[in-house]
């Protein structure tokens, strides 16, 4: 049966969640504040991670964070204010950060980001997109025994779960990267991993859904949900008053400002990111992590993009110079007589990932509203399971077998 959705949020979640949507026959009205050019999406590392199956709240993240504190330039870095959502999101992170929980939510995330990578590939050969894609892996490149001895902790951990992974020496690396002088000890390597040009795909998905008759109100903030008898009837704009059948709030960083006007709570905290493209020819190959300074590289279509730090901090959009050069500063030190120019260090951009305590996404409908699907909380791993939480949305207002079990991923879940 046909229904009339609304999706607020236009990320690539929104997107994706829009595309299911439209091909199960509902008539779908995204509505996005901005004009869906820029943020998180578009400024992304690009990766679709199964690589990346240990969350955020791992065992020893809070004792690194607080050592991170008092570096400007750190990886990591949690600002302390006197606010509720903060906190509870702060002690909900300390009680999530346990390696019983972390074991528990391992094969959730991997199947998760192996379904992301089954339907961006599903997406592009249906020859109704050309954007970019490849699938050759990622690189983790460590530059002390240390980590090296950690990340192969990780690739093993990650062998037992059925991915491909191999610990190359110096040498061996040479293999996927002949071209660059890298100032590494060695790297882990995971064939399952594939990248993406973000911009690309959201700029295609973007003209698709439209030309499908997807109806979209961007440069429109959403002020307020009126409710009746359990549900949501009405979205009041900044413009206007419109009707549903079913509401999906994926609006990334900001869906806990609009669940909250139902009396929704949901644990989300924005972690900002930045990224510094070089459009010049770097000779880099191979998506890779610089593992010590928590760094993304990834040779996209056209320039490479060197991505990183997890600023949590409130929102806001104001990019912090010290943090774009230790990005900079992390690319000349791990690939020797390579040199991020200034204009392209003054050219950064920044984005927000919606951060969940527990690493998890919040995928489905909540208890209190029989039409509020929730679809936010990917933290770095948004554009990974941008078409996963698409297609799972789909099938919870299709009311079709889920291609996953959605227990873990309850917005109402306690921590």
């Known amino acids: 049966m046909s229904k009339e959705v609304i999706i607020i949020g236009g990320g690539v979640i929104g997107l994706c969640t829009a595309y299911y949507l439209e091909k199960e026959g509902h008539k779908v009205t995204v509505i996005d504040k901005s004009d869906i050019s820029q943020g998180a999406s578009f400024i992304n590392a690009g990766y679709i991670t199964p690589s990346h199956f240990i969350p955020l709240s791992a065992p020893g993240m809070i004792t690194k964070g607080l050592k991170w504190m008092f570096n400007p330039a750190s990886p990591f870095y949690v600002k302390p204010r006197l606010n509720r959502e903060f906190l509870e999101w702060s002690w909900a992170f300390k009680r999530s950060a346990k390696a019983s929980k972390v074991d528990k939510v391992i094969p959730a995330i991997i199947d998760i980001n192996l379904l992301g990578r089954e339907l961006y590939q599903e997406i592009k050969a249906s020859n109704e997109f050309d ?6 892996g990622l690189l983790m490149f460590y530059q002390t025994e240390k980590a090296g001895e950690e990340e ?3 690739g093993q951990r990650a062998i037992a779960e059925g991915l491909d992974v191999k610990h190359l020496t110096k040498e061996e690396v040479k293999a996927y990267e002949p071209v ?26 973007l003209s698709y859904l439209k030309e499908k008759g997807v109806k979209f109100y961007t440069n429109e ?20 008053t419109l009707s549903a059948d079913e509401i999906v709030v994926a609006a990334g960083s900001w869906s806990p400002l609009l ?4 009396g ?3 644990a989300v905290q924005a972690g900002k990111g930045y990224s510094i493209n070089v459009a010049r020819h770097t000779g880099i190959r191979t998506p890779a992590i610089l593992v010590e300074a928590k760094v993304a590289v990834t040779p996209m279509n056209g320039f490479t993009r060197f991505a990183g730090t997890m600023e949590i901090g409130g929102i806001n959009h104001e990019i912090d110079p010290v943090r774009v050069q230790a990005i900079a500063r992390a690319a000349s030190n791990y690939y020797n007589g390579f040199k991020v120019e200034q204009k392209e260090i003054d050219a950064a951009a920044c984005g927000l ?14 208890e209190k509203y029989k039409n509020l699907t929730i679809a936010t909380g990917h933290a770095m791993m948004g554009w990974s399971l941008g078409p996963a939480t698409g297609k799972l949305v789909s099938e919870i207002i299709s009311d079709k077998k889920r291609s996953l079990d959605l227990r873990l991923f309850h917005p109402d879940r306690k921590f």
């Open 131 to 136: 954007f970019h894609l490849e699938r050759n």
């Open 152 to 154: 192969w902790r990780t």
């Open 180 to 205: 660059m002088d890298l100032n590494i000890k060695g790297a882990v390597y995971y064939d399952s991993d594939a990248h993406m040009t973000p911009g690309e795909f959201m700029t295609e998905m």
């Open 221 to 240: 903030s959403v002020d307020d949900l009126l409710v009746s008898e359990g549900k949501i009837t009405k979205v009041k704009t900044s413009n206007q």
């Open 259 to 262: 669940t909250k006007k139902l």
């Open 264 to 266: 929704v709570k949901i």
């Open 353 to 366: 990932r919606p951060c969940s305590p527990d690493g998890l996404p919040y995928i489905g409908k909540t």
